[in-house]
């Protein structure tokens, strides 16, 4: 009897079966009765009893985040059969099926106005029941959505909320690196993930660039980060400072590749210490000695084999040429460019306008000669020794009348009336009296 490790539902659920015949291939469907009822699954491939435990337990562990919350982290299921041709038929109709009804589900939702979202659907192989998956902030009392679910669509209706980290391995989204998101095709568990593990690998602290679709930590952040954890054992926290005489030495990362420590030094050099090295660097550093032995100089860095360029161009470049052939070259093309130039016989209309702008550009320059010499161009074009005055104030009646009317607006504007034309006539020139 062997055991196989299998995949199934769209949370991506872990199970494992026993097989005594035939041998499974890991891809291949099957047919299986799980605590959900009968679906199909797919063969990770054959697994021993120490590694269902290890299984077991690494998913127990991270399970708290996702859609199985107190569920074990590997289910057992039963085995029924190997999925036939109608069987993979009948899955993809399901599927098809699965997004119109999405749509429905979440017209229905609107209507109900829940706090809520739906985020994806799935049928089970005989269609008996209709799970929906959805993201809520709080609780939420969707009675009366399913009630209205089960009358739409004739079956028996599972909501099961889940995690904003289990939305993206349900939706299955592009990461920002460009490849399908690492939980939507091979990643089971979420391990827990904090700042301290982005400082420590020398990352920059934009959440932009460290965070995944779901709004979390990305997960890829866990991948190395054993590396430098066993660097970091062996140094203080990043960040620390080292003070002397001789200035502030900032410890701003490591070099996982050259098991090095960075550190800037108080002109603003970045070096680079031995991890090793580095409790007699900051001894010396502290006693104000010499601190240069202990950095790694160009002399001892570690050497990269060298990579043969020409298997990887196919083509062969082109021979460099001297300085002096380069300024000959540019020379000649650009006598060729002169020589390709050709006069273009003016026509009548080009004449014309060739005389006006010469006229605009003579009239324009003697202005400018006769401002600087002191003198201001007339209308007629003629310059004057003096300026024109200034135009006086008018104080005729006209100016009068213009006061009057401005008295009237102001009036108007106070009592609401406009006066007849009675009160205009007896009113003295000189305008309202208080």
Known sequence: MSLYLIIFGKPRYLGVIEVDSPSLVPGEPVIVESMRGG???VVGGKVTGEQVVA????????????????????HSVTFISQASEEDVRIDRENRQEEEEILLQARKILAKHRLSMKIIDVEFLLNKKKLFFYFTAEQRVDFRAYVRDLAREFRTRIELRQIGVRDEAKVARGIAPCGRPCCCSYW???FLPIG??????QNLALNPTKISGICGRLMCCMSYEHKNYRELW?????????????????????????GEDALVRAPGGAHVSVPVGKFAQFKEAVLNNRDWQEYIRSPENEVELDPVDFSSISQKESPPQRSAREKTRVGQR??????????VQPLSSGSEESSISHNRRRSKKKRIIDQSVSGGYPSREGRTSSKPKPPQAKRTDGASQETSRSSSRRRRKKKTGVRPSGNDRSERPKGGIQS
């Open 55 to 74: 299984y077991s337990k690494a998913n127990e562990a991270n399970s708290g985040d996702g859609a199985q919350g107190s569920e074990p982290g590997v």
């Open 187 to 189: 990643l089971h568990n």
């Open 39 to 41: 679906e199909v699954a």
């Open 333 to 342: 093309n650009k006598d060729q460019r002169g020589s390709e130039k050709t």
């Open 233 to 257: 054992k062996k140094l203080p926290s990043p960040g620390n400072k080292i003070r002397s005489d001789q200035g502030l030495f900032i410890l701003m990362g490591v070099d996982v590749y």
């Open 195 to 200: 700042i301290k593990m982005v400082k420590e």
